[in-house]
């Protein structure tokens, strides 16, 4: 199975701040990562496909990149809105594996 | 517009087993594959496997090989997850959730998640 490692597991920012979140995959995955927001209660919402395609009605503030085994998720701006679980997913190869998930909290 | 929407809450004794519904609407059903994920409490994000609901076929993650089984009914747009010989470790919340594209397996319609507890 493909090992998904996101860090950081938990990290605090402020409503402004630009913040950065790492996955990186036990192999090779070319693009096929996911990134999807969960807030409690909720279920997941899907943000970015394919390493870097923002998913339609998902505010411009997200970005994603990324490659081979490493990977970003880049919130620009953050808003009060986005204070929440984040999680990576690669689907290149079956079974589909998730990362541990990275909170986001409030400073 | 497209909707998942699954069956109310569970409660089991360990050792029974439970079977989720995932009624589609808004789309073609066959269209599209479906996958199965699970979240335990204050937990992360588990995928349990996928079925076509044109073909039937599945594939499950090995933590199940043997105790999960999918199905549909394409009559009526439902999909079917049966967890047997159940342990308190499988207490979660258990989504369904449609591919974005049939080419895709991100997955972008969820359904509202069904609580399975189990507990003596």
């Known amino acids: 199975d493909i090992q998904m490692t996101q860090s950081p597991s938990s990290l605090s920012a402020s409503v402004g701040d630009r913040v950065t979140i790492t996955c990186r995959a036990s192999?090779?995955?070319?693009?096929?990562l996911n990134w999807y927001q969960q807030k409690p209660g909720r279920a997941p919402k899907l943000l970015i496909y394919v390493a870097s395609s923002l998913q339609s009605g998902v505010p411009s503030r997200f970005s994603g990149s990324g490659s081979r085994t490493d990977f970003t998720l880049t919130i620009s701006s953050l808003q009060p809105e986005d204070f929440a679980t984040y999680y990576c997913?690669?689907?290149?190869?079956?079974?589909?594996?998730f990362g541990q998930g990275t909170r986001l909290d409030i400073k | 517009q497209v909707q998942l929407v699954q069956s109310g809450a569970e409660v089991k004794k360990p050792g029974a087993s439970v079977k989720v519904s995932c009624k589609a609407s808004g789309y073609t059903f066959t269209g599209y594959n479906l996958h199965w994920v699970r979240q335990a409490p204050g937990q992360g994000l588990e995928w349990m496997g996928r079925m076509n609901p044109d073909s039937g076929g599945t594939y499950y993650g090995q933590k199940f090989q043997g105790r999960v089984t999918m199905t549909r009914d394409t009559s009526i747009n439902t999909a079917y997850m049966e967890l047997s010989r159940l342990t308190s470790d499988d207490t979660a919340v258990y989504y369904c959730?449609?591919?974005?594209?049939?080419?895709?397996?991100?997955?972008?319609?969820w359904g509202q998640g069904t609580l399975v507890t189990v507990s003596s």
């Open positions: 959730a449609r591919a974005r594209s049939p080419d895709s397996s991100a997955h972008y319609y």
């Open positions: 192999q090779t995955i070319n693009t096929y």
């Open positions: 997913q690669q689907t290149y190869s079956y079974p589909i594996t």
